[in-house]
């Protein structure tokens, strides 16, 4: 089973582009997990033949959300995180909305697995919602995703907008401190890892030079002066059935590049 996972920044605008079918026509995944759709499902025109479609937008228009497409279908959908665990860690309203109203998590549930795509709220670079990411969102995702895990294994992938270590980003000490690059962040990461989920992409390549997300200044990309925040992790009983994980760093089209896993069961 190939699963793919990629940050579009704008789904419409991607397609637009006519570069999201010949993607999917090259790589003929089985599961396809998006974020920041910013849009949807009847705002696009992509035709997906052979796939069914489950969407998680964002209330804001034009904004975040998530969605996944599947070519086997699912035995369950879980839209945005439980209002048990909401509650518990008062995700609610700061100055830029309600993170789990942002259509920020979508779960698949398979025979064999879970599948979960994320978009992370970003910290900002004033670093003005690290404390909402750090104090709530992370550890309420953690419990989130440990939980689907008491039922079966779980792959979760997506834009987790933090680089993990400095193997992670081109410019680690120039970075330190900067949002992304945080010890708060990336004990977030920290903790996933702690709880025995495993950074797939790490079982096969180790180093640096190795990045997911580029800016758009200075010709960034085309340096390869970039980040790697897009992952899949799987749970630890997984590791066996992973064939393959892969930076798809060639396909173009957002500021992101997709991610690949294949398993075997």
């Known amino acids: 089973m190939k699963i793919v996972s990629w940050n579009v920044n704008g789904l419409r605008a991607v397609h637009k582009k006519g570069l999201f079918m010949p993607f999917i026509e090259q790589y003929q995944p089985d599961i396809i997990c998006l974020q ?10 992509i035709d997906l033949k052979g796939y069914e479609e489950f969407w998680n937008p964002a209330q804001k228009a034009g904004y975040a959300g998530t969605a996944i497409f599947t070519k086997t279908h699912p035995l369950s959908v879980q839209t945005n995180l439980p209002e048990k665990i909401v509650e518990k860690y008062k995700l609610d309203d700061d100055q830029y909305g309600n993170p789990n109203k942002e259509g920020r998590v979508l779960a698949l549930e398979f025979s064999n697995f879970y599948i979960v795509t994320v978009y992370t709220p970003n910290s900002k670079r004033e670093l003005s919602r690290l404390n909402l990411r750090y104090e709530k969102w992370d550890p309420a995702f953690l419990e989130y995703i440990r939980l ?20 992670d ?18 004990k977030g990461v920290d903790n996933i890892v702690k709880a025995g989920f495993i950074d797939t992409f790490r079982l096969f390549t180790q180093g640096n030079g190795y990045y997911t997300w580029w800016t758009h200044w200075a010709n960034a990309r085309a340096r390869n002066v970039g980040w790697r925040i897009d992952y899949f992790f799987a749970s630890k009983k997984l590791v066996p059935h992973i064939a393959f994980s892969q930076i798809l760093a060639d396909v173009t089209g957002s500021d992101h590049c997709p991610v690949l896993v294949e398993v075997n069961f």
Request: with cysteine; glycine share 6%.
């Open 36 to 45: 920041e759709i910013k849009s949807e499902k009847h705002q696009n025109e």
């Open 169 to 186: 980003l081109a410019n680690p000490k120039q970075n330190e401190g900067e949002h992304g690059f945080t010890k708060e962040e990336r």
């Open 148 to 167: 689907l895990e008491k039922k079966k294994p779980v792959i979760f992938c997506g834009d987790l907008n933090v680089a993990h270590t400095e193997d």
